[in-house]
């Protein structure tokens, strides 16, 4: 997986609980990226970050914030979780941005009940 | 953001045939044009990519075609194997920072 890893692999949590998720990349790949995977939708994009300390929103950005305070992590946290926000999260690096190859993590599977 | 559309969301091939997933795109500005395979609990794979300046890429049994003026691109399998049935994704460049994605397509090569 390109030298990315997420944590947790697994998580479940409840309504209303803050939770965060962590990616880790020994690449040092100037960009990053959270997707969520769900069926029917293929993978959405959520924020990415162009550097540290630099991030921007994606297309189903609601309801999660990221942060990068260091290149190789990219944190994406669910400030109150709800159950739609159940889902596989996938991080994914990119050397240049989106006209270069991204490579993507082992994934995260998030149940909310 | 801007659509990528993939058809078929399913195929079943027999093993030896050739399989061909299409993909439309709506921004002329787009110049990358990946190809992702997924199997089963992993994370996309990159499994080959075609930029705006060529119409085709081969590498083994894999190839992809674009057609800039129509915007459509496809990823052509030849003699398909077990290995290959997998879910495959095809992308598209979105402004230069990130990628927009088909819904996949869910390739099954029977014996």
């Known amino acids: 997986d390109a030298g990315i890893t997420q944590s947790p692999r697994h998580k479940v949590t409840e309504t209303g609980t803050p939770v965060t998720l962590r990616c880790h990349q020994t690449e040092n790949h100037r960009y990053m990226y959270w997707y969520r995977q769900d069926p029917g939708h293929g993978l959405r994009l959520i924020h990415y970050?162009?550097?540290?300390?630099?991030?921007d929103k994606g297309e189903v950005s609601d309801g999660y914030s990221v942060s990068r305070s260091k290149t190789e992590d990219f944190l994406l946290t669910l400030e109150s979780a709800t159950s739609s926000q159940t889902s596989v999260y996938f991080c994914?690096?990119?050397?240049?941005?989106?006209?270069?190859?991204?490579?993507f993590g082992p994934g995260t599977r998030l149940t909310v009940l | 953001g801007e659509n990528v559309e993939q058809h078929p969301s399913t195929l079943s091939v027999q093993e030896g045939d050739s399989a061909v997933i299409k993909c439309t795109y709506s921004?002329?500005?787009?110049?990358?044009f990946p190809w992702y395979k997924q199997e089963l609990g992993k994370g996309p794979q990159l499994i080959i990519d075609i930029r705006s300046n060529v119409g085709e890429k081969k590498d083994q049994r894999i190839a992809v075609t674009l057609n800039k003026t129509a915007k459509h691109f496809s990823l052509h399998i030849t003699e398909t194997q077990p290995e290959d049935s997998a879910v495959y994704f095809c992308a598209a460049e979105n402004s230069g920072y990130a990628l927009n994605f088909g819904k996949g397509t869910s390739l099954l090569v029977t014996p």
């Open positions: 994914a690096i990119s050397l240049a941005g989106g006209n270069n190859e991204q490579f």
């Open positions: 970050s162009y550097g540290v300390k630099d991030t």
């Open positions: 921004d002329s500005a787009s110049n990358y």
